[in-house]
């Protein structure tokens, strides 16, 4: 029997089967006269169709009617509707989970279950999301997990203590990806005025490729100081260069909403976790500003780690009667992480004032001009994080640590370590 999982967050929408992710979508829809455009598609022509849009379906999913409702779109179910058959037409599965996300109250998990009847989607069980990003983890008995979709960023809280049990979810913020996004473009079309006089804003389909590629262009942002965005008109290329200062801030005012957040479920003198979901890897800084609290570990999740968590744990999730439940504990207990006597972990790369997070492996170029040059191709080196252990891995000739010639192969490495780069230096540092 092939499975599947779906992850219900409207700013990316993950259908895995068998462990492996076969599609991602968005939650937008934009109509083009008659025709419903819903998902990728729609957000592909929301600048080129801007008449007619819609992205807040999944985050307001009821039956209320829209105030630009059509003959064919009265609702957000509607669109909701449109979108679980678009995501249907991707799935080949005998049973299927959906993750969701702990703000949808009864009814609108009522609503979501009968659109999934209607869309011939299998459903089996609903699982909250948070569970499945503990799940396979180390953690303290007090947990938390943050996660960003287009129109909110939510902490949920969790007890792990004899299972794992989600206690309460909270909205930090009523804004999400979309207005950063929006944000973001804006500081791009600004910078591009200012450095060319021209104007990205000012057509509709210069102003649709660069919203295209601003996700992932955020995405591959993190750690550098100097971003270049380079964007490809047909039969011309415009091209300037933002600071990580001016990206920085956009997104910099919720910061300190979430850190206090996060301070109020933890209970003084007492660790807590913190597993962070991977749509947050574009947000410049934040990792740094988690890092200050104390006595909280925090843990960065892959982008597939909840269609893999689900796919494993798959008995616990799957039921082979006609009532679909609602599950918030799974009877499951976490180990438990290291002492935190124990010496500081490495979490980031000092080049010159700029420090990199290591949280993914950085193929490190050189460190000249107090910036780290990366690459896959020429690398000398990667850094990474492995099971919480900084190393390095050496692979070509140069290469010093603490004054010493390296040789090829890993190395472990230690908050204070000096790395030379073909006499360049970076600092591994903790940064808490």
């Not at 007619?52 to 999944?58: A, E, L, P, S």
């Not at 964007?231 to 091209?239: A, Q």
């Not at 616990?316 to 992480?337: E, F, Q, S």
């Not at 979490?347 to 040059?373: D, F, W």
Request: hydrophobic residues 45%; aromatic residues 6%; glycine residues 6%.
């Amino acid at each position: 029997m092939s499975t599947a999982i779906l992850e219900l967050n409207d700013a990316s929408m993950q259908l895995g089967i068998d462990g492996t992710r076969v599609h991602t979508t968005v939650g937008f829809a934009v109509i083009d006269q008659s025709k419903l455009l819903i998902g990728n598609l729609a957000q592909q022509n929301a600048k080129l169709l801007p008449r007619w849009t819609n992205n807040r379906f999944w985050n307001q999913l009821s039956t209320d009617n829209l105030s630009n409702a059509t003959s064919e779109v009265r609702h957000h179910a509607d669109l909701a509707f449109a979108h679980l058959e678009d995501v249907a037409s991707h799935l080949s599965a005998d049973a299927l989970v959906l993750a969701i996300p702990a703000f949808y109250d009864k009814a609108q998990l009522g609503l979501l279950l009968g659109m999934c009847k209607e869309a011939g989607l299998p459903v089996t069980s609903l699982v909250d999301m948070s569970l499945l990003a503990i799940a396979n983890q180390v953690s303290h008995p007090t947990a938390m997990y943050l996660d960003v979709g287009l129109h909110r960023i939510t902490l949920t809280a969790l007890r792990t203590d004899g299972a794992i049990r989600q206690t309460g979810q909270q909205t930090i913020a009523e804004m999400g990806l979309a207005t950063f996004w929006d944000r973001w473009a804006s500081l791009v079309a600004e910078q591009f005025i200012q450095s060319s006089r021209f104007d990205p804003m000012h057509e509709a389909a210069s102003e649709q490729k660069l919203f295209n590629q601003i996700p992932a262009f955020m995405a591959n942002s993190a750690g550098s100081s100097t971003m270049a965005f380079e964007l490809d008109l047909g039969n011309i290329k415009r091209s300037t260069t933002l600071s990580k200062d001016q990206l920085l801030g956009a997104t910099s005012s919720v910061y300190p909403s979430i850190v206090q957040n996060i301070r109020q479920l933890m209970s003084a003198g007492e660790p807590a976790s913190l597993f962070v979901s991977n749509r947050f890897s574009c947000f410049p800084d934040l990792a740094a500003s988690l890092a200050l609290i104390p006595q909280l570990d925090i843990c960065y999740l892959d982008e597939d780690h909840i269609l893999q968590a689900g796919h494993e744990l798959w008995d616990r999730l799957g039921t082979a009667g006609d009532n679909v439940p609602h599950i918030t504990t799974l009877a499951l207990t976490p180990g438990r992480p290291a002492p935190s006597t124990q010496a500081a972990r490495a979490t980031h790369l000092l080049v010159g004032q700029n420090a990199y997070p290591m949280r993914k492996p950085r193929q490190i170029i050189s460190a000249q001009n107090g910036e780290l040059q990366e690459g896959s191709e020429s690398a000398l080196a990667v850094i990474s994080l492995e099971s919480n252990q900084a190393q390095l891995r050496v692979l070509a000739s140069g290469i010093k640590l603490n004054g010493a010639l390296l040789d090829t192969g890993h190395h472990l490495l230690s908050p204070g370590d000096v790395i030379d780069i073909k006499g360049d230096s970076a600092q591994v540092i903790a940064e808490r």
